[in-house]
């Protein structure tokens, strides 16, 4: 497939753009293979112009035209040069919802160029063959290929937890993606336990996703693990190895918590499908929670819903707040928190192990594992520890970022799989990140850069399903990664938070619903200006610059010389 | 006195409202004159002013005790458990007496003692100068004067002495025009904008009923239009909904007829009526108080509340009266019913927008005592001082000082004060310690002789301002009469936690970024200050020395002083990193604070185990 194929119309000429909270510009439009330009030149076409629009094609969620074909109608913009009075017959506008929820309108003249435009823009975003993805593309000069790919090995992940017990290994048992095609190659298990038993184990559980380790507590050296559902069937089937597995991470006397992120009733009617839970019977040691979290379609509806209540200005309050209520989005941030408060306090509070599942186990129970270890463990809250924490607990274990992200709020398109599971995940941060201002070293804008990142990316970072995937289309060979341009340190520094400072406790934070919040800075981020908020913030930083002890000692360095020697200083006035 | 029969109790339990177990302090109830005292097992003190209290309730018993649930008017809510019924009892009693006043005489502010001497507590009344104020206005001028017409209250008695009326419209006019008005609250100055020489004026609804006419009235208001130069006519808002003003006509009250009066331009506006709003608070605050509450539930009541639809209202009544100022330069006349509610908001509000002095401490200060104090806003029955009309009292004021509190977050650099100010100031409005809001108005309050036998509330929150300050303020952010426009889409009107749950402490961040900044720019104006101090003792001494050096060592002991008084100032900033982080240190956040965390399991006991997932608490019980 060529990109050309799909570009009907490469350049239009005199396209207003306009966006909320923007004046309107006018430009050339171009289009090409990834991304949409408009550059306006004011001073006349010898000038270079400047570049207002620069957008990834594969950003788009949906396009809308609408055309106008009004021979009598003059534009009130035209003044009466022959080209403008040539395109006044007709002309069409195209509003741009992008999967980051901007919205941009383009009006073009001539309708044929904007039917042309539109289903360029629709046939390129639509382009579904990663290979074919724009970070496959993207050669920056500042960055080389292979950096940022291998920053954060498991091994060295699995020597820290080494050097404090000696129960875990790390197994390559998955190294060619036969035992389990959605876990990378190695993975953390209980030290007793061997290869032919993990294999034996992962038949046992849906997709092969047998019990690995997720987080070792090192506090009190308790365990978080994560799974797939067991098959039990309806036949109530058992498997040695899988019990055999559990029970070894469980001492004499021991018990673990099991958390099934479904409703009892959901995880008993998986039985008829194959799938089931862990029987009392034959996991005597684990007590099983059900803590039911929303995923799939209805997770994704309450996104939609949200993002168009948001978009609708207008509405009168009692409208908003049952328009908030209905989509129901803070309650799954609230369930989301809730029960990874949940795990964490299990092992924290009550110093017992814990294996968190679903059914699939790549989607609420990655949301779970995660945000626990964010509450628990200091070291995830640095700006590399949660990248870290993101390339081990989302990208490596198989969240399928491809599926999951295909698609934003404004799609028309029939939803197949996505669903905004990382973006409740980065929700609940950010709900964490204002109960505990000080205690995460990176700020919001991260947080809205991997949102932007995991739907449309210059970068290979959040490409696939899962490694195997990663493998095949040699993304870590091709593609540069997003690690590797956030942490360059001119572009680090925007995502730091300048009242960071180390905080090694557990931070609990209050789930009630007057504390949970929506997010504005992301879901109005477009819709109003933030302005006052931004230069609030500015100044908080200068106040934090200003208050830095280095600073303070080169002010009082100046003084204490100049005080120090005032003979010299006279000498040289004199 | 006469009602405390028990002094003191123990082995009293205070719990926590929100836990779902039976989590508690333990600790000594002690009951005085004035106050309510908790003091806990470790040593932690709840004091309760009586006058705070709302209500007072006794629960059924129970195994551990009697239960006793305490509401204040800050919000805050204790629930205590007495040992012993009899006690229980005595206290329930002794609160009830004591938490209803039936003569100001009684109210605490006649005890308080802060000990200051007379002078002080002179110079503390005439802290706010209303007069000063209007001056600052600008007013008076060619087109307005000081009226003496209210001198001795003999035309309005809820109106101040001194008013501010067109220079054109005589004393017939004004006592024409006090007839045709509800309570004789004619139209007067409230606010001047002298860039724009429109003005803000205040009255109540006008005695038309069907078709009642008065032309002083229309005078009355042809003058407040004429002396705008800038502009010909004038806009009335009324800031009732239309129907209740309707209503009002069956009663010989209403509305201003657009065709009887020249060049006005007349709005509605829809502001509910105080049992409204009261109502309103109360279903917020069952609502906000629910255990275990679930996200929609808080949304839906939230919206059934109307809570939020309210303070929108009162903010867009403001943003219009904006508008017609500063936009069309044309002057505005406010009113409501009687026009010391609505009216109060709407003005008030409508100055602080367009004004940046109300935007500073002491300026918002001013406000209040004009807008709210001076013009009769009846603090006395909206904030049910003494014990009296329970459908008088209404959250009037709570609102205002909610709406700005939303103008805060929406400018975080307009305001010289921050959230603990507003918390303050509505701590205070129904504490009944200071003089200041006592009574409903001026007449009253001089009649109390309050400035004689209480204390003014401001010179003791000016003395503490810097608990008060916004750090991030920034008086080049808004100078002289700056506008401020604020975005009044729903979306933009929060919850105010910190309001409504200002004493649950595990609802709030755990770590205040407030705090942290205010310090902060309190060392970096410190360190500044050291410098220039330091700067100067250099130019001082480079001076010295080369005097010195001229005079070859005669006074050689004249610069030594100097050095050895820099040393000191110079090690101020050595203790400033310490501090420093000890203001990063958070409090302890603990399972047990938070929701989800009455979690017992105990693995020893026999199954079966039965977890619930009750508003997303997680609890095991076996």
Redesign the interface.
Known sequence: MEFAELIKTATVESVLLSCVGLPAVKGTLCITSHHLLLSSCPGGDSQPGTVELWLLIRNVDAVEKRVQNLGWYQPPRTNGSPRDTRLAGSSGTITLRCKDLKVLQLEIPGMEECLNIASSIEALSSVDSVMMMYPFFYRPQSLKLEEGWNLFPLEQYFQQIASQTSRWRLSDVNRDFTTCPTYPPAVIVPAAVDDDALRKAARFRQGGRFPVLSYYHPKNGTVMLRSSQPLTGPNRKRCREDEMLLGTVLDEGE?G?IIDTRSAQAAKQARMTGGGTEP?SSYPRW?R????LERGRPLQESFIKLVEA?ND?S????????R??SC?W??H???AL?TA??AA??M???E?SVLVHGAEGTDTTLLVTALAQVILDPSCRTLVGFQGLLEREWIEAGHPFHLRCARSAYSHARLKQEAPLFLLFLDCVWQLS??????LEFGEHLLLTLFDNAYASDYGTFLCNNEKERCLCKVKETTHSLWAWLNQPGEKKKYLNP?Y?H?A??????????????W?GLF?RWI??SQ??D??WA??ER??E??K?PV?ES??NR??Q??SD??A??EN?? | MEHIRTTKVEQVKLLDR?STSNKSLMGTLYLTATHLLFIDSSQRETWILHHHIAAVEKLPLTTSGCPLVIQCKNFRIVHFVVPRERDCHDIYNSLLQLSRTAKYEELYAFSYNPKQNESEQVKGWQLIDLAEEYKRMGVPNANWQLSDANRDYKICETYPRELYVPRTASKPIIVGSSKFRSKGRFPVLSYYHKNKEAAICRCSQPLSGFSARCLEDEHMLQAISKANPSNRYMYVMDTRPKLNAMANRAAGKGYENEDNYSNIRFQFVGIENIHVMRSSLQKLLEV?GTKG????????G??NS?W??HI?AVLDAAVFLVKAIAVESASVLVHCSDGWDRTSQVCSLGALLLDSYYRTIKGFMVLIEKDWISFGHKFSDRCCQLDGDPKEVSPVFTQFLESVWNLTE?????FEYNEAFLLQIHEHVHSCQFGNFLGNCQKEREELKLKEKTYSLWPFLLDEQKKYRN??Y?ANFSPELTLLEP?T???????W?NM??QFDR????????FN??MN??E??KQ?EED?KE??A??KQ??GQ??AV?VKEHQQSAH?APVALK?PPS?QK?QP??PV??AV?T?E????A?????E?V?E?SKA?P?V?S?EY???R?TC
């Open positions: 018990r918590f009392k007590r929670l059900h803590r039911p948001c200005t509405i009168n309050m009692d409208r908003w707040l049952s908030l209520e129901r803070l309650s941030v609230k369930a809730s408060c949940l306090q299990c924290d509070r009550e017992a204002r109960q505990f201002p000080f205690s009242l400072s905080n406790l557990v931070i609990w934070p209050s789930v009630e619903p007057q504390s949970i919040q929506l504005q109005f109003r200006s006052y908020l230069e609030a100044e908080i106040l934090v200003g208050n002890p303070k002010a009082g003084l204490s100049s005080l005032p003979a200083r006279t006035e004199r | 929100f906000s509450l679930s996200v929609n539930d808080f949304l839906s939230l919206e109307g939020l639809r929108k929406q400018f975080p650099q307009a750090p991030l920034n975005n889409v729903s979306f933009n009107f929060k919850f936690r409504y749950h595990s609802m709030h961040p755990r770590q205040c970024v942290l900044i902060m720019s060392q970096n360190l410098i330091l700067e003792k250099i001494r480079n020395s080369s050096l610069p820099t110079f900033e400033l990193i420093n982080d990063r958070i302890g956040s603990n399972t604070d938070n929701r989800y965390s979690f399991a693995f199954e185990a977890v997932l997303g608490v997680a095991m």
